[in-house]
């Protein structure tokens, strides 16, 4: 199982990727990881981990944990048809993930969405 997030400070959190942080009884998915374009630029164990990836597994047993009701989901990158819905540039390489991410948001009741991966503002 993923680590526990850490209390840096009473309103400072350490977000561990992979979990499901409750705060006041409000739910969030939290997984930072995806595929990075420039991987084939980088050196395997010095700037880049597979570990940059999330561990699908891992996300499953604690959505399943909690009956796969989710307040808030945070990722860094969003569903499959998120992609194609907002029209956005798929990332080559990305596609394992965001089809994850897809069965994610078919099976997981969620208020919303949030991701930064493309860096644009839209909703």
């Given at each position: 199982m993923a680590e526990k997030s850490i209390f840096l400070r009473s309103n400072i959190i350490h977000l561990m990727h992979r979990q499901i942080l409750t705060i006041k009884n409000i739910h969030f998915l939290l997984s930072e990881k995806a595929f990075s374009p420039t991987w084939q630029m980088r050196v395997k164990g010095y700037n880049w981990w597979e570990t940059e990836l999330p561990n699908n597994q891992e996300v499953l047993l604690n959505?399943?944990?909690?009956?796969?009701?989710?307040?808030?989901?945070?990722?860094?990158?969003?569903?499959?048809?998120?992609?194609y819905y907002m029209n956005l540039p798929p990332i080559r390489g990305e596609l394992d993930l965001?089809?994850?991410l897809q069965l994610i948001e078919n099976q997981v009741s969620h208020k919303h969405w949030y991701f930064g991966h493309f860096h644009c503002e839209k909703k």
């Open positions: 959505l399943k944990a909690h009956n796969f009701k989710i307040d808030y989901i945070l990722t860094h990158t969003c569903p499959k048809s998120t992609v965001t089809e994850f």
